[in-house]
């Protein structure tokens, strides 16, 4: 038999333990938020435990926890880490959103489909500026997953109509402008449209070099 003093050293050392492993364990619970199945299997229990409250007479529990049940709806279509980086990049910081996009680290297990057509589009928003290939992959894969709003869609046309420009691919940039203006609805990028058409016709332009006799000079000559 263990003395009293045994037992309570055999206590404070399952109390250590448990500190130390609280972290490890909220860590993989945090982890595995993350996933989307996750969130529907806590909304499943939440709504269970809310109609047992019901069943008890508990009415205002069981409408507290309908309410919390649907946080965990609107993550499973909206990703926190998406809506982090969103609210990263209105303030024009561009690590902070790349920090928070990095956390996904299995995207198809996160995020529904329209989820992981966002995550396309923010990062091809970041690299734009310096990564014009990799921008081009990015957006064309949030237009073929799907982006929820026509804005989102029409800036992703937009963005991929200028590098097309850039490499030259003329009707293919045409082409993405007249379709980003069409989703254009609001006139929230008319501004940017309007710049790109002139870019666009300023190209078509042929010019002339200096010193060099007009097609009008070389018929007066001509007839001379």
Known sequence: MPSTRETFVLKQKMKLNSLFLLPLRTSKIVINMFNKNIKLVITALILAYAVYQFTEGE???GIMYILLSTIFIFLYFKNEMILLSFLKLRKQ??????KWLDK???PEGALVKKQQGYLNYLNGVMVSQTNMNDAEKYFKKAIELG????????MAKL???????????????QKLLSEAEKLDKRDMLADQIKMMKQ?????SIPKQQYGQPTSARQNRRSKR
């Open 59 to 61: 009415i205002g529990n």
């Open 93 to 98: 910081d561009f690590p902070g959103a790349k």
């Open 104 to 106: 996904i680290k299995n």
């Open 147 to 154: 982006l929820s709003m026509d804005h989102d869609l029409a």
């Open 159 to 173: 963005n991929l109509a200028g590098i097309a420009f850039s490499k030259r691919r003329k009707p293919e940039a």
């Open 199 to 203: 870019q666009m016709k300023k190209a």
